[in-house]
Structures are given as structure tokens and as C-alpha cells.
């Protein structure tokens, strides 16, 4: 009984010896997170308080949408709009070797939890940013989410019935594939870092 209790609690997995910080909600960055989660790191998914903000996908925390994104992964309540929630983040981050954010530009430097705050925090933090519009350019602080992606990006135009118009497709494609590549970026960061010494 005992040693099925201790199997149960121990880290598993090629990415057992990581540690994630998972500050995404609605789907591209929980889908990036969610990688290293499921083969074995320790992701903490960090939520703030009940009420402070809306769920932008609508969802339920009870429905199997939720329960998706963020399988094996341990959470902690935290409001970054105020100072205390801030300073535990970064008392986690220093110890962490991936964090993975959302945020728009403006508001990820408002609240003071940008790379370059945590850099000197943690020079060996890998740091992964997903924005509908990037980091810069005019578009960067809008919100993004998937349909905006297909439609802009022309994909609803080729998906469809001839003379149907433009057709969103089945799955949410754009979200699924910015955290597939989100994460692969994040492999590949710490891969450098064991030769660099450095996050980036």
C-alpha cells in the first residue's frame, strides 16, 4: 500500500527532472504545457482567484475540455494583479526551468512577469511566449484566439463546400498547432541551455 502511494506521487517520464510554470488559459498554451506534463515534468499550473477573470474558451472547470488541458498537472492560486501573487511567482520561477505564458505584451509588462524581469531572476529560464499577433508589430496587443487565426490566416477560405463561403475547421487548428510548435521550441531551448548554460 505504501509503495503504490509513493509510485503514485513520484515524477515518471524522459521529462521528469523539469519543472514548468503553465500561466496559459484558453487552448494554444495549455496545449504546450500540457506536453511536458504529460511525459513526466512537474507543470504547475498557476490560476487566479475564482471571479477575477472570465474563461475565455466559456468552458466549465468540471467539463472534459478542461480536464484535457490540464491533465497531470499540479495547480496554485495566485492574483498577479497584486503585489504578494507577483512575488510568489517569482519565488517559483526561480527554481523553474520552463515557464510558459499568453499574456498580450502590454499586460505581461504591466504586471512585471516579462522575460526580461524573470531573466534576472533565473538566467537559465526557458521563456515561451504565444500571442495571436506576436510580441511586436501593430497587431501585438490584441487578443488572439483560433478562428481569428483561420480566418486571417485564409484557412476558412479552403475549407468547405464550393459557393458555401468560408468554413471554420472541425478542430481548432491554429490553437492546437502554435502549442505543438510552442513546445517543440521549448525542447529545443533547453537543448541549447545544456551547452549555453543559459535560457533564452
Given amino acids: 500500500e505504501k509503495r503504490a ?10 521529462l521528469s527532472r523539469f519543472k514548468v510554470i503553465d500561466l496559459t488559459r484558453a487552448r494554444a498554451g495549455p496545449t504546450a504545457a500540457r506536453h511536458f506534463a504529460d511525459w513526466g515534468a512537474d ?27 490540464h491533465r497531470n498537472k499540479r495547480s ?7 503585489p504578494d501573487g507577483v512575488a510568489v511567482l517569482k519565488k517559483l520561477a526561480a527554481g523553474a526551468d520552463v515557464l510558459i505564458e499568453n499574456y498580450r505584451p502590454d499586460v505581461k509588462h504591466r504586471l512585471g ?14 521563456y515561451v511566449s504565444l500571442s495571436g499577433f506576436g510580441q511586436d508589430g501593430p497587431y501585438a496587443n490584441r487578443p488572439g484566439f483560433d478562428q481569428i487565426a483561420q480566418g486571417m490566416g485564409g ?6 463546400l464550393p459557393g458555401q463561403g468560408p ?12 502549442g505543438n510548435y510552442a513546445a517543440m521550441g521549448a525542447f529545443i531551448a533547453l537543448l541549447e541551455r545544456d551547452v549555453s548554460g543559459e535560457g533564452q
Avoid at 76 to 82: G, V, Y
Avoid at 155 to 160: E, Y
Avoid at 167 to 178: E, K, Q
Fill in 5 to 14: 502511494s509513493n509510485m503514485a506521487t513520484e515524477r515518471k517520464g524522459p
Fill in 43 to 69: 507543470v504547475i499550473k498557476v490560476e487566479m482567484p475564482a471571479g477575477a477573470e472570465e474563461d475565455p474558451l466559456g468552458g466549465s472547470r468540471d467539463g472534459p475540455d478542461f480536464f484535457n488541458l
Fill in 76 to 82: 496554485i492560486t495566485l492574483n498577479l494583479k497584486l
Fill in 113 to 126: 512577469i516579462d522575460y526580461e524581469t524573470f531573466r534576472t531572476i533565473n538566467p537559465r529560464l526557458v
Fill in 155 to 160: 484557412l476558412m477560405s479552403i475549407t468547405g
Fill in 167 to 178: 468554413v471554420r475547421v472541425g478542430i481548432p487548428i491554429a490553437d492546437l498547432s502554435s
